[in-house]
């Protein structure tokens, strides 16, 4: 059993649609290795989650929408990276899409844009026109753990699955 299957038992996320938010079964089909895990609710957040199912944080990628503004326009964006490290928002994400003041999403908009619960929001399934910003740890990571969408359960990918997404950059984004 690798790191990132954990204490687990994984089934094919595409026959799962139960165990992940709307948008997430609906685009589940272009990430074809996906496998799901119901976990309890309550221990939904990287580091109860990781303890309690024995995940090495290094195989476990959060999934944060940023808000980043230039003038009146607000560009969205997701970002991934380990949950061993933390996102470049102030730099490199800000950088990147080319805006002068960013932060993180406030939660109420985060749930409402992605149609995804907070603390599930995964980069799957996410509005088709934002950039999904990968960090290359992730992706050398090989499979990771990331969210489905809900609390309830974890979905577990390869990380070159989320890189190949449509709207996927792989980039230098953690600290």
Do not use: Q
């Not at 299957?5 to 290795?33: C, F, K, Q, R």
């Not at 990147?96 to 599930?120: N, Q, W």
């Amino acid at each position: 059993m690798s790191s990132a299957e954990g204490n687990l038992t994984w089934e094919p996320a595409a026959g799962h649609p139960d165990l992940l938010a709307a948008p997430v079964a609906a685009a589940i089909a272009g990430t074809p290795s996906a496998r799901v895990a119901p976990i309890d609710a309550d221990l939904a957040d990287t580091a109860a989650f990781c303890a309690a199912y024995d995940v090495a944080m290094e195989s476990s990628a959060n999934c944060v929408v940023v808000a980043g503004k230039r003038g009146g326009d607000v560009r969205y964006a997701a970002v991934l990276v380990l949950a061993s490290m933390r996102a470049d928002v102030n730099g490199a994400i800000r950088r990147h899409l080319d805006v002068r003041k960013i932060s993180f999403a406030p939660m109420d908009t985060a749930v409402s844009l992605t149609g995804m619960e907070y603390g599930g929001i995964t980069p799957i399934g996410l509005p088709a026109d934002w950039p999904i910003l990968v960090d290359e740890a992730v992706v050398a990571a090989g499979d990771v753990v990331i969210g489905s969408g809900i609390r309830g359960s974890k979905v577990l990918v390869p990380a070159a699955e989320l890189a190949a997404l449509p709207s996927a950059e792989v980039l230098a984004l953690a600290l």
